[in-house]
């Protein structure tokens, strides 16, 4: 006897938008506790990620605080297109240090479909004027320190975090 099981990942529009205002919750609270970015510039961030989620266009965020060039932070928002198993949790968590010479770097992963027509496209869209990148953000000097997800109905972005 043999059983199939089809899985149908199913969401709207509102709940990415739903996903994303939490993850802008985050990129403010990470702004203003490092003083990296002003308000401005982190809805501004908070603004691109979610026109990008809506078209179809991002697998991932990733938000690193250097002090004076060392890596002392980290957080990666990974998209999840079949997130009905998550648990949805309330954005913040560790309040981000405010360290000497504070710069943080955020860093977006496109998906396939961000082709260069899309690109094009996409311009009068965004608010902030995207370029490559070939950082690193392995994080491979840091220790992992959990995460969270953040989820409605199907569509979801998990959180990992990485601390000095």
Partial sequence: MSQTQTRTATYTVIDIENVARRVKADLIMIADSTAGWTPERANQY??????????????????????????????????????????????GGVLWPRVAIPFLRIVLGYTNAYTASAKEAMKGKLKISWSPTDADTSHSGLKSTGGRAYASNSYGMQRKDWAA
């Fill in 46 to 91: 908070a603004h691109d990620v979610e026109v990008l989620a809506k078209a179809g266009y991002l697998e991932y965020v990733d938000v690193t605080l250097f002090s004076a060039g060392v890596e002392i932070k980290a957080t990666r928002f990974d998209v999840d297109t079949d997130a009905g198993g998550l648990t949805s949790s309330r954005p």
